[in-house]
């Protein structure tokens, strides 16, 4: 256990931590000495004098059981903490160090439930890929945090050092993670993903029996290929049929329909898994339309785009501007996944989408719902869509009628396809 954790250790008093209280991150950092009179973070300044808070951060070196780990632990701390104790959101990173955030939940409770919370605490660090800390602090005296030891170490951790407020980022720390983790760049790092949870999850290894070689997947193809993206209810499937049968094309779709005995399973899988799942599916994709795209014309129902505009989305909380920068690399497209000739993606005003959703009455995916009430993910969404480069996306107004649509979307399709 103590070698899974030392990776974090190694640079502990250069990291900031951030907890998330009502929506809201509060940030701070630790230093090793007292520089005069400090003012108190803001995750302490409504604690009360008997109040007690601790921090619990996943660290394991093996991000298949730190994913896992991090997607029981909320509900186990539920099932175990007395109701009294606060929980909130919890992480640690390095600035501007890719690969550095860690995730957890910060605690708070008060002298009568310590011991519960501590002995709670005291066996996940025995058994499990945790860093536990105390704080102490309040009625005039610096707050302070303290590391606690692991029993299988065998070196003395525990530690003492101040906390101190701490600047926010100049980007959300979620950032620092995205690449390789929530969002998939290439088949090898996706397929890595799979190949290490085939002893856990014996679906993986059928899951990448499916794949193509990966020239297949990036082949380039005869015919035009046509992506059509947006959100749900914007109108994708009337148009993908629409365009099928007045270009004579061939209508396909990511995930593709093979992987659908699997997709409820990996739905249930943490963000690491389940992105990994939607990335292959789209290599899957690519194969079949290297395939079709000999033949004819290809329209495709939601591709990369997709994959990479929710993932982000739901990655970076907060406002728009909390998003990867214009520009990042983080919209760039995977140089081992095939191109498309165009991609268009359908834009609905909010209150039309909810009106056509309702009517649909069919059951919602966990991102669906969080589009219906989490205004600022549809913002987050869309505007991913529309940084994504190499191809970028064409944006068409939906709210028109069905043939209109389909009109406009021809005329572009014949402008930029020649068909």
């Not at 002298?111 to 519960?116: G, R």
């Not at 082949?219 to 993206?229: C, G």
Request: charged letters at 25%.
């Amino acid at each position: 256990m103590a070698r899974q954790i030392m990776s974090p250790l190694s640079r502990w008093s250069s990291r900031i931590f951030s907890v998330v209280l009502d929506g809201v991150p509060s940030y701070f950092t630790i230093q090793e000495k007292q520089r005069g009179e400090e003012e108190v973070p803001r995750v302490f300044s409504k604690v009360q004098k008997h109040d007690r808070c601790y921090s619990l951060l996943v660290c394991s070196e093996d991000r298949i059981k730190r994913a896992k780990f991090y997607a029981q632990l909320k509900d186990k701390l539920l099932r175990h903490l007395p109701p009294e104790c606060d929980l909130s959101p919890m992480s640690s990173f390095l600035p501007n160090v890719k690969d550095s955030l860690v995730k957890g939940y910060f605690l708070k409770g008060n002298s009568e439930t310590s011991a519960p919370i501590e002995r709670l605490l005291s066996e996940l660090i025995r058994h499990d890929p945790v860093l536990v800390c105390s704080y102490f602090g309040g009625d005039g005296q610096p707050w302070t945090q303290h590391m606690w030891s692991h029993a299988e170490s065998l070196m003395e951790m525990a530690k003492t050092y101040y906390v101190v407020p701490s600047e926010e980022p100049e980007y959300h720390p979620s950032t620092l993670n995205i690449i390789n983790s929530d969002v998939f760049y290439s088949l090898d790092e996706a397929c890595d993903v799979f190949k290490k949870c085939g002893d856990i999850i014996p679906e993986a290894m059928s899951v990448l029996e499916l794949l193509p070689s990966q020239e297949a997947a990036r082949n380039k193809p005869d015919f035009p290929v046509i992506i059509i993206e947006g959100l749900d209810a914007t109108g994708k499937t009337t148009l993908t049929e629409s365009l099928r049968d007045t270009l004579g094309a061939t209508l396909l779709g990511s995930p593709p329909q093979c992987m659908s005995p699997w997709r409820a399973r990996f739905d249930q899988e943490p963000p690491l898994i389940r992105r990994a799942f939607y990335a292959l599916g789209n290599y899957i994709t690519a194969g079949q339309i290297g395939q079709e795209a000999m033949k004819t014309p290809v329209i495709v129902d939601r591709f990369w785009h997709s994959t990479a505009a929710y993932a982000i989305a739901t990655a970076v909380s907060g406002p728009v501007c909390n998003l990867p920068p214009e520009g990042s690399e983080m919209y760039r497209w995977p140089s081992d996944l095939l191109h498309p000739s165009l991609v268009v993606v359908l834009t609905l005003d909010p209150e039309e989408r909810k009106r056509r959703l309702r009517n649909r009455g069919q059951v919602k995916t966990d991102e669906e719902q969080e589009l219906d009430h989490n205004q600022l993910f549809r913002l987050r969404v869309e505007e991913a869509y529309r940084r994504i480069s190499g191809p970028a996306c064409v944006t068409v107004d939906a709210s028109p009628s069905a043939d209109q649509v389909l009109q406009q979307v021809l005329l572009l399709i014949r402008g930029k396809c020649h068909l």
